[in-house]
């Protein structure tokens, strides 16, 4: 998976935020099809695929998977700025809502933890990747069988999922200043350090529809003054509705990093590489490496 580093910047500044609106062009050397893969329970992931039209071999697949939607990845030069140096290389590119967010079936869950070993139906998003990478080897024609994955920020701890109990087809993953644990270090919590416009606005933006959304309307021209002129957390939420979302819900009910928080961390199940994994972070990210 050669040329993941140089994309360091122009992914952080893509991947990882929702598609810009525009009169863009599908890319005239990929054929682009859409797909709603199934998973084992029944439900369906929209799936956006980029075949190169003069490829004169089998390809491997490169998947991103993502909360932020798929809208507008099918287009140039988007697509082509993004993926310059992997499209010089060659691929097969996957682009997909993951579940419960935007064109995908299902409920969207934060962070989804794993499911229940001993319960053969249940799903996370290791099992939706592995559904993906199955049905993909199987239905896209010019592909190799053999599979990456890559992301940043959510999307980069989607990838670090796709190396739980992978594939057989799955050869490489790149975590990219994933969210790895986001009590200690990361998102939400700083050590403890609770994060309040951040907390409130990113679940609001991800709960309160399966698209985006704006998230709360200051009425003050200086949102941290806006902040301010609330006495409590509690008047905020209450004012602003937050209850209703479940991450909001959970920040009230997990103050302290405690069992629900270590469940969701990603230290606690990745605990071995069975796939070569290329992780990539910076010092001032968000998610602290």
Known sequence: MSGLVPLALSLVLGLALPPAPGAAQAPADFDVTE??????????????????????????????????????????????????????????????????????????????????????????????????IDWLVQHVPGNNGRVGVLGISYPGWLAAMAGINPHPALKAISPQAPMTDTWIGDDFFHQGAFRLSYGLEYAWMMEETADESTGPRATRYDTFDWYLSYPTIGALAEAVGAMRFPTWRNFVAHPAYDAFWKRQALTTYLTSVRVPTLTVGGWWDQEDM
């Open 35 to 132: 797909a709603m893969v199934p998973m084992r329970d029944g439900v369906r992931l929209f799936t956006v695929i980029l075949t190169p039209k003069a490829a004169a071999e089998s390809l491997p697949i490169l998947i991103l998977r993502t909360p932020y939607g798929t809208r507008g990845w099918a287009e140039t030069p988007r697509f082509m700025d993004a993926f310059k140096e992997l499209i010089a290389d060659g691929y097969v590119f996957v682009i997909q809502d993951i579940r419960g967010r935007y064109r995908s079936e299902g409920q969207f869950i934060m962070n989804r933890p794993l499911h229940d070993p001993t319960d053969p139906k249940g799903v996370d998003e290791s099992t939706d990747t592995y559904d993906t």
